[in-house]
């Protein structure tokens, strides 16, 4: 798996938040597209979607309630971690920044009074979960979805050979390592 | 993407060394759902079918495709939970577990991690403290959760070429297992537990769990330490190793499946009236409708037939043996607690030897009742009918009257022709009461056990007496 650069694709989304006034003014707000893929640019890789909302908080929690979302500062070791797990790449001080930007729009949802309330996971937990009745309606098209893939040997798609983690933060060559 | 559970027992046992080490032991069971179509696509469910033959757009994760329920899986994950005695959570949710590996494509698999279809179960089972069967000790097992899950796709690796094959029909073995262990002193908190793989058999899972328990007290006992990792059983050399693949623990970011609304299930008092009934699935109807569960049935063929408890776990343990033993009983005047002999001692041994299933069985339950008939009507003895049964098992299409005539295993019942027998026994050996068993002993040889002993007993006294 290659790693993408997650400043380029924030600088490329387009939009505008939805909140008031607090969003720093230079635009970069971030859309979190439930389950849909982000748009891909130039190098025609997977993109896994931003999910703003769970990214892991180390340092500086922002104070019970009060302080309207200060700018929160993520150590290397998050960033790191997040590079291994989601393999995005932040590339340079610019990416970094737009993730701490992120983090800090998100927890403008800490100044509601959740107190007594159940946490909602789902915008759909009014709706029906529609059951599929036990029939065989799909598949069988080996051909087509083959087409998709750069390689194949026989039907089979073709995968580099097991997992290749992301080296160790001391052997890449990244950004994050002078910081 | 054929569905899964996710079973978890924890359960817990003593052994003693230097200090005493209690040892945990966790299984998860993925057990993939007997059904058409798979759980969230309408592609076949099939065993051995050809590469991404059985793969729609969504199997394949390709944009913009969603996961749509399949209604028999939630049927059978409900069935499942009541038939372990769990807890059904009417409300139950779904949650993305992210990883990277090539043969999971979207990224991500959606199972229950959080709040699954049933939890709080359990399981009892028994277990021979000797090998004879005759002490059994009931034992319980807790279940955490019984959750529904997608499978993976299967890997196929090509070391020689240095690429990995990926086949996404999933639908490959139907029960898997993977077991977590760790040990602690007794009164301290659990140990760092380790996770074992590639599991393949339940013998093997016995001597894997054996193998890492003694492992980890051994690392503890020279002052290492455990690390939380994933290992896999080597059977050839019947130990765990380091798995290459995996980095230590794994950070799965659960998250609520954004795709799916939570599922709810219903019962009797709760199911609304005008809904669309295909769209309901009823626990209350779905518990009307369940089979007798294993120990409801050991029960009723105690209670039916006067066999001993450890006899019903046998005739449970082999497919159709129940079955067949049933039909013995309807077609004999044998009582079933003779019968029983017959089909644990003789059917089901002859069985084992030769790795033969019941239906594979060349006695049928006919011939066998047959032969006990015979028994019952005392024309053969019951070494004499041992005798037929070793016929019968070769299959060669003999009634057992066919095969007593042409062994000539009959019962001498005439008076006359064994007083003559007896005679010429007794001219051997001098008239000693002490060897009255050993003559009849030696009566029976001479006929071929086709003499009946109680006649011979009768008449050698009668001898002696002269």
Known sequence: MRALGLGRWLRSAPGV?????????????????????????AAGRQRPPAQVGRLGRSSARSGAGGASAAPRHVTVEVLDHLEHLALVDFRDSEGVERLQKAIQ????????????????????????L?????????????????????????????????????????????????? | MSSIFKLYFPSLFFFFSLAPWVPVVGLEIHAQISSNSKLFSGSQVQFAAPPNSLVSFFDASLPGTLPVLNRRCVEAAVMTGLALNCSINKK?????????????????????????????????????????????????????????????????HDDTRSQTLVDLNRAEGQLRV????????????????????NINSIRFLAKAVDYEIQRQIEELESGRTILNETRAFDSKLGCTVPMRDKEGKQDYRFMPEPNLPPLILY???????????????????????????????????VERYGILPEHSFTLLNEDGLTEFFEDVIKQTQMKPKKVIGWILKDLLSYLKQHSLKVKESPV??????????????????????????????????????????????????????????????????AGNRKVLNKLIGLVQRETQGRSNPVLVKQLLEKKLSE
């Open chain 2, 267 to 301: 019962d009797a008092k709760s199911l609304p009236a005008n809904m669309n009934h295909q769209q309901v699935v009823n626990i209350d109807w779905i518990h009307e409708r369940l089979p007798d569960l294993p120990s409801v049935k050991r029960a009723k063929l």
């Open chain 2, 92 to 156: 139950s949710l779904f949650d993305r577990k992210h990883y990277f590996y090539a043969d999971l494509p979207a990224g991500y698999q959606i199972t229950q991690q959080r709040v699954p279809i049933a939890v709080n179960g359990s399981l009892s089972y028994s277990l021979c403290i000797d090998n004879k069967m005759s002490q059994m000790v009931t034992k319980t097992v807790r279940i955490k959760q019984i959750q529904l899950e997608q499978d993976s796709g299967k890997s196929l």
């Open chain 2, 178 to 197: 993977d077991a977590n262990v760790s040990v602690h002193h007794p009164g301290e908190p659990y140990g760092v537990r380790t996770e074992v793989k």
């Open chain 1, 105 to 128: 729009f998100a927890d403008q949802l800490h100044e509601v009074n959740t107190d007594g309330v159940e946490p909602m996971d789902s915008v759909l937990e009014d709706r029906c």
């Open chain 1, 17 to 41: 938040g939805r909140l008031p006034r607090r969003v720093p003014p230079d635009r970069t707000v971030l859309r979190a597209p439930a389950g849909s893929p982000a748009p891909v640019p």
């Open chain 2, 364 to 429: 049928s339950s006919f011939l066998l009742a047959d032969l006990l008939n015979r028994l019952e009507e005392k024309e053969i003895s019951s070494t004499a009918a041992k005798q037929v049964f070793a016929e019968l098992w070769k299959g060669e299409g003999k009634t057992p009257l066919e095969i007593v005539k042409e062994k000539k295993l009959q019962l001498i019942q005439d008076q006359k022709d064994l007083e003559q027998i007896c005679q010429a026994v007794m001219a051997i050996k």
């Open chain 1, 130 to 179: 529609y059951l599929r009745e036990d029939d065989v309606t799909e598949g069988n098209c080996t051909e087509e979805l083959l087409k998709n893939a750069r390689e194949k040997v026989e039907e089979y798609f073709v995968a580099p050979p097991g997992n290749i983690p992301l080296p160790k933060l001391e052997e890449r060559e990244t950004f994050l390592k002078g910081s």
